[in-house]
């Protein structure tokens, strides 16, 4: 029947029976790439919580009634012996616990890790696409050699004459075909191109050659669950933040990312993850103070004075020192994120909805925690003693809860903007900026600029130097208008400055900054201000004094 209704439009039959095939090979290759295979095992990965630098990897193996031992094999030898902790459910005793490392070859039933069974289902899956594409390729030449003679047919039996309305049937039903298979064609090539890529970064991974198993000894009176965690480390998150700024209703949206990778040996597949911004791998208390003592040093007959020994050097942020690396361990390895300690009391934590999965190949994955929207003061900030520019600045109230330092992404309007890093407090509130503002435009007049002696016998120079700078608003609504300048500052007693201004400033001392002050006003659209600002200094001629300009 197939055959006949192929034939009534000029077409062979043979064309449908290939495009039929092709069809039914690409929903079989469709159905065997559709789903990963999970790790089995006597255990299963349930939970992982990342911190800044390493994870906590919590397992669960299910034991039957009268069960004496649990033995959990092909572990990762990156995992921290001394952070394991085993715990049963109610009516399962736990004995002693023993850990051993052994070289992978000494493992047959870990003779493929996790890693070459990764590259193994990628192979089996190009190879697959490359038959599929071989497939598409034989239909195409099929279709080719259709158009040129007019369909294929045996060799005793000329072709049948189609009538007008069967030929453009039959170009049509050509038309249609090629355009299926050429689209189908280069849908299969990005795929492919795709699992190279992975195949090629999972290569690059090949994992530790030592592994480690954890037997346990149990008195289990009834079934129940064994949960062993243990703290793993070439793994962890880093805060990652975008900021958009809507100028018209001047409404700030935060969004809180986090970036999540792991090379830890093992897979995580469909696990619940929490991320912490806790530091489990910090030092657990702080310093204790010695005694201060005081004295004087009396030197001998051949001692001389020493010399003043240095100050002590300021401290900084200390970095994550790696755990302690057994052989084979994997944290010898470079960290894959550079992480920057900073002892606190207290952590904020994130459950990320559903489960996911993070395979143990390095690659660094983008999740989506939280969004959260504040009500911003939107100011344009100039300082034009050094830039004859302003700037779109947004300030909103400190969040409450710990947010780490992390890359933040600039929008305004929704457009790109920049990227910055995530700013410190200032008096409770903190400041990111969003780009130049181009309808601000700004001019700057030197007013003065001398230098000429003074005193009785000129034994002083006197040195006027000032500017003059204005703004015009191009917008058509109100901007509030921040304008910064550093006024020269005294530090010796024969230095004496006198300052001028006008308008007087709204701040003398800008964020607690000697000297830097601030113009602050509401600048209506296309309104124009001046502020002038002139500073007269002193000093003894033969003094060589720094800092003048």
């Not at 919590?58 to 012996?81: I, S, T, Y």
């Not at 594409?133 to 294929?152: D, F």
């Not at 049937?169 to 298979?181: D, P």
């Not at 395979?359 to 969004?371: N, P």
Request: glycine share 8%; hydrophobic share 40%.
């Amino acid at each position: 029947m197939m055959k006949q209704a192929w034939e009534k439009i000029g077409l062979d039959w043979r064309i449908a029976a290939c495009l039929g095939l092709c069809a039914a090979a690409q929903g079989v290759q469709a159905a065997e790439t559709g789903g990963g295979n999970a790790v089995g095992g006597p255990s299963r990965i349930e939970r992982v919580t990342l911190y800044p630098g390493a994870a906590a990897v919590e397992r669960v193996a299910r034991v039957a009634a009268g069960a004496r031992r649990l033995e959990l094999a092909c572990l990762p030898a990156a995992f921290d012996p001394q952070s394991l902790r085993v715990a049963a459910s109610e009516g399962i005793r736990v004995g002693a616990v023993r850990i051993d490392t052994v070289a992978r070859d000494a493992a047959p039933q870990c003779a493929r890790s996790v890693r070459e069974s990764r590259a193994r289902e990628l192979e089996e899956q190009i190879a697959g696409l490359d038959a599929e594409i071989r497939a598409n390729e034989l239909a195409a030449v099929y279709l080719q050699k259709v158009g040129e003679q007019g369909g294929v047919h045996a060799a005793d039996k000329p072709p049948p004459a189609p009538d007008a309305g069967g030929l453009a049937r039959a170009s049509s039903a050509l038309v249609r075909s090629g355009q299926e298979i050429f689209a189908r064609q280069n849908e299969l090539r990005r795929r492919k191109e795709e699992l190279e890529r992975q195949f090629a970064a999972v290569r690059q991974n090949p994992g530790s050659a030592m592994l480690r198993t954890v037997s346990v000894a149990l008195a289990a009176e009834r079934a129940g669950e064994v949960r062993v965690s243990y703290q793993i480390a070439r793994a962890g998150w880093e805060p990652a933040y975008q900021a958009d700024l809507d100028p018209d209703s001047g409404k700030l949206t935060l969004l809180r990312q986090a970036v999540v990778a792991q090379a830890s040996g093992e897979d995580w597949r469909g696990v619940r993850l929490r991320l912490s911004t806790g530091q489990p791998h910090a030092a657990p208390q702080g310093p204790s103070p010695d005694p201060w003592e005081l004295g004087i040093r009396r030197p001998g007959p051949r001692e001389y004075a020493a010399a003043m020994p240095a100050a002590p050097a300021p401290m900084m942020l200390r970095k994550a020192e790696p755990m302690a690396a057994s052989a084979g361990d994997e944290a010898a390895d470079a960290p894959l994120f550079d992480v920057a300690v900073a002892d606190q009391a207290f952590s904020t934590e994130f459950e990320v909805p559903g489960t996911a999965d993070v395979e143990a190949d390095g690659q660094k994955i983008v999740l989506t925690l939280a969004s959260h929207e504040f009500p911003a003061t939107v100011t344009v900030r100039s300082t034009p003693g050094l830039d004859r520019a302003a700037w779109l600045v947004a300030a909103i109230a400190r969040p409450e809860g710990v947010w780490p330092a992390g890359r933040v992404q600039l929008r305004r309007g929704g457009a790109f903007a920049g990227v910055t890093g995530w700013p410190a407090a200032e008096e409770g509130r903190i400041s990111l900026p969003f780009g130049r503002d181009e309808q601000i435009t700004v001019t700057l007049e030197q007013t003065a600029n001398f230098t000429r002696e003074t005193g009785f016998t000129g034994s002083d120079n006197e040195r006027e130097t000032g500017a003059a700078y204005t703004f015009h608003n191009q917008h058509r609504f109100p901007v509030r208008l921040e304008v910064l300048e550093a006024s020269p500052v005294s530090t010796a007693e024969e230095i004496r400055v006198e300052t001028r201004f006008s308008p007087e400033p709204a701040q003398k001392r800008w964020r607690n900054l000697p000297g830097v002050v601030a113009w602050e006003q509401t600048l209506e659209a296309g309104q124009s201000t001046r502020l002038t600002a002139s500073y007269l200094i002193r000093y003894p001629r033969d003094a060589q004094i720094t800092g003048l300009r």
